[in-house]
């Protein structure tokens, strides 16, 4: 047998969506975040830990598996299940809007989807939506961090 590495990402974020979106951009530069169109669903794919399993899970919730189903086929815990379905159902809602007014943008901004990815989704480029998102004024922001508490 080979050993196999297992790569690590520390991502910060509000909410568990935004942090794993940040993470999975970390680890792959080309990889814009929970993206359900990068694996096909394989259901034998679900039942084994790999490093490309999110992309297949990605996919299945696209194609409407239940949070139930991915439980049974990954013995993923139904909060973090849960929590995947909330980036496709929104990746969902990008992809039907005609136009992105600021709510939809500043709610796709705090569950971590990137500029790039919210053009993929709406069919638009990088550049419109950062300046769209400028002129909306949602600006990315920094908190400072306690790091000793």
């Not at 990402?9 to 993206?35: C, P, S, T, W, Y």
């Not at 809007?97 to 990137?114: H, P, R």
């Amino acid at each position: 047998s080979s050993m196999k590495s297992v790569g690590e990402v520390m991502a910060i974020g509000r909410n568990f969506e935004e942090a794993f979106q940040k993470a999975l951009r970390m680890v792959d530069e080309n990889v814009n975040g929970f993206d359900p169109y990068i694996k096909n669903v394989n259901e034998n794919e679900l039942r084994e830990p790999t490093d490309k399993r999110m992309f297949v899970l990605a996919a299945a919730l696209k194609e409407n598996y239940t949070v139930d189903k991915l439980y049974e086929l990954t013995k993923i815990d139904r909060w973090f299940l849960e929590k995947f379905k909330n980036i496709i159902d929104y990746y969902n809602i990008l992809e039907s809007v005609t136009s992105i007014d600021y709510e939809i943008l500043k709610k796709a901004k705090q569950i971590g989807f990137s500029d790039k990815q919210i053009a993929a989704a709406v069919k638009s480029t990088e550049l419109a939506v950062r300046k769209l998102r400028e002129e909306y004024n949602i600006i990315p922001f920094v908190k400072k961090i306690d790091t000793v508490a």
